[in-house]
């Protein structure tokens, strides 16, 4: 009732609250002049029907595509309506070299890219942080877009490895919308609806409203889950120079928690996929509302400012069964004796952002500037209970009797953690074109983060406080070689830093380590610009890894040392092609090494878990554009995802060890889409793992959740 309540607030403030993008006015049009992440237009891989024509922008600036030393790729509504698209790991089967790096519970995907983890610091939602700690739902997302690569002198504490941007659907200022259902494997059935139109015969405001509900089953036995999603957006023309877009966003989210497959002694077993192994009363509740607030002048043909507030809400609520590395591990016959976990977390986060952009001449050199501030707070609580231990005992090989679960105990008070986190960040980034064929983008970063922590005890009504402050300077540099408008080649560096929990073996707090990042590649545009194709070369080091300390014979691993050194080598490429008319091809390979270079812990030169050596990708997607066909849409979805490793990394510090990694094989996974359009209707099938594959996400030490089997799904929608 508190959220309906916080939304309904939302929704009549609109008209005092700011907005960003340009729109306009009719859906042909419609284009996001000034988007999110904010500003950058980057299209060197768009995934779309028609990749020429869609604005590719994550950043800050208006940097032309071919100047900017970086990589992304951006995929389009029409990409995610064809295939389909219903997680982000389906997301991902068109984002070369960014993966699924590990399954949470069956409730979170944790993505990945160039060996690094993205998580919600890296995760944001039309330019703001977003909390990825639950599934994302699909179905108001305009477009996706992967800024690959160091992010830190625009966003601060980021990992290196890139970010990702959800940006949603935006107003418009002609009358439209379509209602949709679909239905597919595992009984699951979704509607949805989406509606805009201008408010007012002057056109000044306009509003956009979509929302979905979707219910359904799983694969997995007695596992299911229930989703309520709603997205309104305001935009309003203050002036020909001034715009204010206001945008919410809510989702409630509630599913079975799964834990995955049997494990024993870090070997999979032969289960099958279907069985599940927690307790059917399980639950994981989930709920998330944001509001983006932007403000946008120009204050002439050159330059440029924009405003943007914030805020997020979330709160989770997690009771099921401990996984086995937790709970217990499983004896050699199967036997399983399960404890259980519960926890609660609630979490405030505000940002403020405000942008300068311009463009002036000195001399002979063009600049093309941006300065900026940001201000953000986050304020976490946690609840903690203690495991119960003991709850029951089932044989993971025979079928699950849920009637054997005993009656839900009490879990008693652990532990109750607040940490506020404040922000502050400030950044000036200037592109210097010198000569013809010659650039150099330049820029710095300073960045200051108060971090707090203040944990009480129950056990015996102690609070415990640690805080921790860390300043850094994040600088990018970057040179660009034009031969020609269709050629570019680049050369950068950049670093970032990473905040470290616990302190030193003398109690003091441990500095940030710094993350060295270098990057070189080319851009081509080729036949007509039929073809886009590139390729990027890229090394990652963290030379002050923080590690559990040694000395004097600890083993608190809140104590630690920066003793570890871990490098990330790695090459993507990038092509995009439209060689006829309707056809559409996106191909990519990826190819990435993150080693240990240096450890007090772990082998020097073993693979960090959880990221595969080589990823790909290839998209075929044709469209009958005239004739009898007209309206018929069929595609092929194929990835490929590549060895890498689960369980523990075996320990230099321990005789004997008895943590062990966990091998699991490549596969290839194919998808096949048919659809046809006819006049305002439209269908969309598809048909996911045609050929049955069976692999794993992973997740911590013992879990990892098997992939779904074939299945299908149906999408019918009318737009008016």
């Known amino acids: 009732m ?3 309540l916080l939304l309904t607030l939302s929704l009549s403030a609109a008209p005092f609250i700011l907005a960003q993008e340009k ?3 009719s859906a042909d049009e419609f284009a996001i002049v000034n988007d999110t992440v904010k500003k950058y237009s980057l299209n060197e891989v768009v995934v779309n029907g028609n990749p020429q024509d869609v604005p590719a922008t994550v950043g800050k600036a208006n940097i032309n595509p071919m100047d900017l030393p970086q990589a992304t790729t951006i995929i389009t509504n029409e990409t995610l309506k064809d295939q389909q698209v219903s997680s982000l790991s389906d997301i991902l089967k068109n984002a070369n070299g960014v993966y699924i790096m590990g399954t949470v519970g069956g409730y979170q995907e944790e993505i990945a890219s160039r060996g690094f983890s993205m998580r919600s610091d890296n995760t944001f939602k039309n330019g703001v942080r977003y909390f990825n700690g639950m599934m994302i739902e699909t179905s108001g997302l305009e477009k996706v ?5 160091s992010a830190a002198m625009l966003y601060g504490n980021v990992a290196p490895g890139g970010i990702l941007n959800l940006v949603t659907k935006k107003p418009k200022f002609n009358f439209g919308g379509e209602v949709g259902f679909a239905f597919g494997s595992f009984n699951t059935y979704k509607p949805t609806f989406d509606v805009y139109n201008a408010i007012g015969k002057n056109k000044k405001v306009a509003f956009r409203v979509n929302g979905s ?5 799983s694969f997995r036995d007695y596992v299911e889950s229930e989703r309520y999603y709603l997205n309104p957006s305001f935009l309003f ?7 204010l877009l206001v945008e919410t966003d809510y989702t409630n989210d509630s599913r079975t928690p799964d834990f995955g497959s049997g494990v024993i002694d870090y070997e999979l077993v032969d289960i099958p996929r279907s069985r599940f192994l927690g307790v059917t009363w399980g639950y994981f509740d989930s709920e998330q509302l944001s509001n983006t607030i932007t403000l946008t002048h120009h204050l002439n043909d050159n330059w440029s400012v924009n405003f943007i507030n914030g805020i997020r809400y979330y709160e989770t609520e997690l009771f099921s069964n401990a996984r086995p590395n937790t709970g217990g591990s499983i004896s050699e016959d199967g036997e399983w004796t399960r404890n259980l976990q519960r926890s609660k977390e609630k979490n405030n986060y505000f940002t403020q952002q405000a942008n300068l952009n311009g463009k002036f001449t000195i001399g002979k050199t063009q600049h093309q500037f941006l300065f900026g501030a940001d201000v953000e707070n986050y304020k976490t609580n946690a609840t903690r209970y203690n495991n119960y231990t003991g709850y029951d005992t089932i044989n993971i090989f025979d079928n699950y009797d849920p009637s054997s679960e005993g009656a839900i105990p009490d879990l008693t008070l652990n532990t109750y953690t607040q940490t506020p986190i404040s922000r502050f960040g400030i950044y000036v980034q200037d592109l210097i074109s010198f000569a013809e064929k010659w650039k150099l983008l330049a820029g710095v970063r300073y960045s200051y983060q108060d971090t707090e922590s203040n944990v ?6 102690s609070t415990t406080i640690t805080n921790n402050y860390d300043g850094a300077f994040s600088p990018r540099v970057g040179l660009i070689y034009q031969p020609s408008k269709k050629h570019s080649l680049f050369a950068t560096y950049s670093n970032s830093f990473q905040t470290n929990t616990g302190t030193d073996i003398d109690g003091n707090a441990l500095d940030p380590s710094i993350i060295d990042q270098y990057e070189v590649g080319i851009k081509n545009k080729l036949f007509n610009d039929k073809i886009q194709a590139n390729v990027t070369f890229y090394q990652i080091n963290n030379d002050n890894l923080a590690q559990t300390s040694l000395a004097n014979g600890n083993t608190n691993s809140s104590i630690k040392e920066l003793a570890g050194a871990i490098r990330s080598n790695g090459v993507e490429i990038d092509i995009t092609a439209n060689p006829v008319k309707g056809l559409q091809i996106v191909a990519g390979y990826s190819f990435n090494e993150t080693k240990y270079r240096k450890s007090n812990t772990y082998i020097e030169g073993s693979l960090l878990r959880y990221n595969p050596k080589n990823t790909a990708n290839l998209s075929i997607n044709y469209k009958v554009e005239s004739g009898k066909l007209k309206g018929l849409n069929v595609g092929l979805i ?6 890498r490793y689960a369980g523990r990394s075996t320990r230099i510090t321990e005789e004997n060890d008895n943590r062990k990694l966990i091998y699991l094989s490549d596969y290839f996974q194919v998808d096949a889409t048919l659809g046809y359009d006819y006049k305002n209707f439209s269908i969309r099938t598809k048909l996911a793992n045609i050929f049955n594959e069976l692999n794993y996400n992973a997740h911590d030490d013992n879990s990892l959740n098997p992939i779904a089997p074939r299945n299908y799904s149906v999408a019918l929608s009318y737009k008016f």
């Open 2 to 4: 508190k959220k309906i």
């Open 23 to 25: 729109q306009y006015d």
């Open 145 to 149: 877009e992967f800024l690959k690569g």
């Open 213 to 217: 509900y979707e219910k359904a089953e």
């Open 237 to 243: 023309k203050l002036s020909d120079k001034t715009e």
């Open 456 to 461: 009480y005890k129950y056990s015996n009504s």
């Open 638 to 643: 194929n990835s490929y995802f590549g060895t």
